[in-house]
């Protein structure tokens, strides 16, 4: 089974700018989560997504936005981007059930550097 | 989520067993523990999780204390490839949303 992927891999913005990042997640699995990991602050959890619902949100500003879609395909978007959002940004998928905690597999990542 | 206390670094000779230690004080009774690692800017790899039974897999096993306030990972024959830094999250189930603290960096030396 091919395992959760993330396009593009590195992007250069500047400030000012918006992007948007893709994530595909394992054949399957319904539920996208999204991470910032910066050298500072670590890995943050972002937002959650569940058959195209927000089911969780993290502690951060509106700027940032995802969505997800009918076929659990999943876009975060930045707009107005700062120089403190250059980090690495990670998407997680999983496959809920209902006893168990599902597990989430991380894909390899989007660097996003602004400058 | 509960908060997990890890030391921050720790190393380990090549062909021994790493022992990672965690303490979760503060878990509650529908809190499973969950071990990542991440190796240098890749995206974290699952190792193994658990409620409150001892759990082996192929790559670890995990012990949890009776009381539930702390667990530990043990790589049984570490190697080089294991250098990473190693995440212990509590988490409510069915949640996607995981914690992640520090984490301790394990150095796996020859």
């Known amino acids: 089974k091919a395992g959760v992927t993330q396009t593009p891999r590195y992007l250069i913005k500047t400030r000012g700018q918006q992007v948007t990042l893709s994530c595909s997640p394992i054949?399957?699995?319904?539920?996208v989560s999204w991470y910032q990991q910066t050298p500072g602050q670590g890995l943050q959890f972002l937002f959650e997504?569940?058959?195209?619902?927000?089911?969780n949100k993290g502690n951060f500003p509106g700027r940032f936005s995802g969505r997800q879609f009918s076929n659990s395909r999943s876009e975060m978007n930045v707009s107005t981007l700062e120089l403190g959002d250059s980090a690495l940004y990670l998407c997680?998928?999983?496959?809920?059930?209902?006893?168990?905690?599902?597990?989430?597999?991380f894909g390899p990542g989007t660097r996003l550097t602004v400058l | 989520d509960a908060k997990t206390t890890q030391p921050t670094s720790m190393d380990c000779a090549e062909g021994r067993a790493a022992n990672l230690p965690c303490n979760h004080s503060?878990?509650?009774?529908?809190?499973?523990v969950y071990w990542y690692r991440q190796i240098h800017s890749q995206g974290p790899q699952y190792i193994i999780h658990g409620l409150k039974n001892n759990e082996t897999n192929e790559m670890a096993s995990l012990i949890i204390t009776e009381d539930r306030k702390s667990s530990t990972l043990i790589l049984p024959h570490a190697t080089l490839r294991d250098t990473a830094v190693y995440y212990c999250?509590?988490?409510?189930?069915?949640?996607?949303?995981?914690?992640f603290g520090q984490g301790t960096t394990l150095q796996v030396k020859p």
């Open positions: 999250i509590v988490r409510v189930e069915n949640t996607g949303k995981l914690i």
């Open positions: 997504y569940f058959s195209e619902t927000q089911r």
């Open positions: 997680a998928s999983s496959f809920p059930k209902n006893q168990n905690p599902d597990t989430q597999y």
């Open positions: 054949s399957g699995h319904r539920s």
């Open positions: 503060t878990i509650s009774g529908n809190e499973y």
